[in-house]
């Protein structure tokens, strides 16, 4: 009984196809010079129909890739260089007039620097004014999370919170972000930032990185 | 003190409040540089032997990566006149 309805189905499902095969295969054995006619009508007509953006563009792509000239097989970076894309945007790096740029009545040089210290195992934010004194200083810690919870970005993110609501509330509304270390707590404290509203004016990283520094400590041994 | 001018090198101004974009414009070029790779790997000391070592598997990797992604472009390349030869 099941094998019957099985074969039953498949030739069901089967039957269409079949059938368009063997349509295809008789306007193929037409041949000749009728079917090269009805070919190129299609051709014609699809020409003249699909005129629209994306297919104009795909023969744009084709002529350029044929007349190009050959791809140079040599060794990767011998001619060319890679360049990040974002070095092509010249709006969104700071040039020689930054300093002097007004953001909200401030010089850009003049504006408060929050400087957020990241760690593996803590986030420290901290407000200054433009010379470095600090004015507000928050860490996850004084959050209220204590031990491994201090270094993920929830506790960063309050962290920041916190922080963004007290320098709000003292006047401070557009400030630089000094970044410097790589934790959990990196992209965490800078949403926690954006979302008190306050108007982070640029982002800047001073992690401090070198290829020979003074001996570190030796190695973890897990 | 940095040696770089502050908030003049590795620095992203913020455009039409998109905070997030400008981090993630800041996190990809410095990594793009290696400059988080090499903060990472700065963090304990790396005795002369594991130097060595790191050295000359990064110099294999270079090499193989090279003959791989050219493997692979030759075999995926599409812009020939004839795309599938042999085969009707």
Redesign the interface.
């Given at each position: 009984m099941i094998p019957k309805l099985f074969s039953c189905s498949l030739a069901k499902v089967c039957a269409p196809s079949i059938l368009n095969l063997s349509i295809c295969r008789v306007g193929n054995s037409l041949g000749g010079a009728n079917c090269t006619h009805l070919c190129q009508v299609s051709a014609v007509f699809s020409r003249s129909l699909h005129f629209s953006s994306p297919r104009s563009k795909e023969k744009d792509r084709?002529y350029y890739?044929?007349t190009s000239l050959p791809r140079d097989?040599g060794?990767?970076g011998e001619k060319t260089t890679g360049i990040?894309r974002?070095h092509r945007r010249k709006?969104?790096?700071?040039d020689e007039n930054?300093?002097n740029l007004i953001f909200d009545g401030l010089k850009?040089?003049d504006l408060p620097i929050l400087n957020i210290r990241v760690s593996k195992n803590n986030t420290i934010l901290s407000l200054a004014d433009a010379k470095g004194a600090v004015k507000l200083l928050r860490s996850c810690g004084m959050e209220g999370f204590k031990n491994a919870r201090k270094g993920t970005n929830i506790a960063a993110q309050a962290a920041a919170i916190t922080i963004g609501k007290k320098s709000l509330d003292m006047g401070v509304t557009s400030v630089?972000i000094?970044?410097q270390g790589?934790g959990p707590g990196?992209?965490a404290s800078?949403?926690g930032?954006?979302m008190t509203g306050l108007?982070?004016?640029?982002?800047?990283?001073?992690?401090?990185?070198?290829?020979n520094?003074p001996?570190?400590?030796?190695?973890?041994k897990i | 003190m940095?040696r770089h001018a502050?908030?003049?090198a590795?620095?992203?101004?913020?455009?039409d409040?998109n905070?997030?974009a400008?981090?993630k414009?800041?996190?990809?070029?410095?990594s793009?540089d290696g400059?988080?790779d090499?903060?990472?790997r700065?963090?304990?000391?790396?005795?002369p032997y594991q130097m060595r070592r790191r050295i000359n598997y990064q110099k294999c990797k270079a090499v193989y990566d090279?003959d791989m992604?050219?493997k692979i472009q030759f075999v995926l390349r599409k812009?020939r006149k004839d795309p599938f030869p042999g085969c009707y």
């Open positions: 084709k890739v044929q097989e060794t990767d990040d974002a709006d969104i790096f700071p930054t300093p850009f040089k630089r000094n970044v790589l990196r992209l800078i949403k930032l954006e108007n982070i004016v640029s982002i800047t990283d001073s992690t401090r990185c070198s290829e520094p001996r570190p400590r030796k190695q973890r | 940095l502050r908030f003049l590795r620095t992203v101004l913020v455009k409040g905070v997030d400008a981090a414009v800041v996190n990809r070029l410095l793009a400059i988080f090499t903060w990472r700065t963090r304990f000391y790396e005795k090279e992604s050219r812009n």
